[in-house]
C-alpha cells in the first residue's frame, strides 16, 4: 500500500499504474481504523478523500498535476478548512464549523494533496503530551504506555503509525518537533513569518508557526516550499529577507558543503537523559569524521528560556482567547441568569483546566500591578535569548541540539506537575522566542526502543542549510 519512498515517488508510481492511488486513499483510511485505540484523529474525510483521490489519479495520469499530488495529509484540528468542524481540541468550540480555509492548507489543496482528515491536539495546542484534549489523550504508536508529545501529537502518531503521508501541524513552543522526537518522525518548524497564519486558531500570535511532520527529509522539503511565502492576509508573512523568492528546497537537499555546526553547552548538561547525551556524542563523533567542524559555543540565556516563554505565551493566548464568550459561536452554558453570568458559566465550562491555568497567568502578567515586573521584563529577555542566536550564528551555520531531555514518558506521569510538564520544552521554545526554525530528525532509539529526535536549528529563514544537513544524515548516517 506504502510502497514509495517519498510524495514525489509516489507521483511517479501512480504515474505508472503501479500504485492506485484509491487504493492507497482505502488502504489509510482502513488503517485509520484499525488504529481507532490511537486517537489520533478527531475527524476523518472518509468521502472526501475517496472521491478527491479519483480525480487527482486522473490527473496524474494525464501528467498535469500539481507537486502534493496524492500526497495524503492530515492536519491538525487547530487549522480551517470551509465547511469542515475545527474544535481545537475543546469542548468551546464543539459543532462549530470553519468559514474558510487556512491558507497553508489552501496552498496544498492547490497542488493537489488529498486531506484525509483533522487530528487530535492538545486544547489549543497547549500542552505537552496530548493529556489536555476534551477528545481525550492520544496514544503513542511505538509504546501504547506512552505519550506521544504534544500538542500535536495526533499528527505525529498518525505519521508515524502510518495513517497517511504527511501532517501538519503547529509549533509554538515545540509542538511540532517534541512530538515528532517522541513519535519517531521529522517535524520542521519553519522560521516565524515563512507560512503564513491565516486560518491557525491564534494561540501566542508571535510565536505561532504552522510545520509539517514527515516520514524523510524531502517531503518535508517540498511541502515546505508549498505552503511558504507571503499572504496578503497575515500582515507578518514574508517571501524571503529583501523579498528574494522562497527557495526550491526540495530540489536543493544536496550540497557539497561542510557546514559548520555549533553544539550548546547550555543544552547538554543537567536533565539531559544519559541515552540522548550519547545520542549527540554519536551524531558529533560521525559528523567530524565526515568533515564537519563542530565549535562549541554557548547560549548563555538558555537557562531564561521557559520562564520566558510561558509568561508571553500566557499574556498573548490570554488576549487571542477573550473571544471565546458563548455569545457568538461556540459553546454556551445552559444554566445562566444574567449576560456576565453567562459568559463566566461558558467559560468555566467550555475550557479546560490548562487552559484556565494559562488564561489566569496570561491575565496576571499583563495585569496594572505587574505588567512590567513580568511582561515587560520577559520581552526584554526574548531579545536577550534571539542576540545570543544571533551571536553564535556569526560563527556557526548550524546549531545541534536535543529536541527533548528524554524520550516519551508515559500517560499520565507529569499531567499532575504542570511545571514538570513544561520543563519537557526546554529545548525547543528557545527558538520560538527568536523565530529562528528547527527541525527534529529522528536520530536513534533509547534502551526501552524509543525514538530518540535531535534537533537541527538555523537563521531566520534558513531553512534550506537545516534541510540539507537533515538530509546528509538521512542519507550518509542514520
Ligand atoms: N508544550 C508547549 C506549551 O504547552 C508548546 C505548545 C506549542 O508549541 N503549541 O505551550
Redesign the pocket.
Known sequence: MTNYSSISDKINKIRTGELSLTGNVKGFLTRINEHKNLNAFNFVFEEDALNVAKRIEEKIKSGKHGKLAGAVIAVKDVLSIKDKPITCSSKILKDFKSLYTATALQKMIDEDAIIIGKTNCDEF????SNENSAFGNVLNPVDNSRVPG??SGGSAAAVAANLCDAALG??????IRQPAAFCGVYGLKPSYGRVSRYGLTA?ASSFDCIGPFTKNVEDAALILEVISGKDDLDSTSYNSPYNSPVPEYSKNLLTEKKFKIGLPKEYLGEGLSEEIKNAIDSLVKELSSKGFEIIDISLPHSEYAIATYYIL?TAEASSNLARYDGARYGYRTENSSTLIDMYKSSRSEGFGAEVKRRIMLGTYVLSAGYYDAYYLKAQKVRRLIKNDFDKAFEKVDLILTPTTPTTAFKIGEKSDDPLEMYLS?IYTTSANLAGIPGISFPYSKDSKGLPIGLQFLSKQFDELRLLQMSYFVQKSIK
Open positions: 495546542a497547549m500542552g505537552s504534544g500538542s503547529t509549533d509554538t513552543g515545540g509542538s494561540f505565551t520544552d
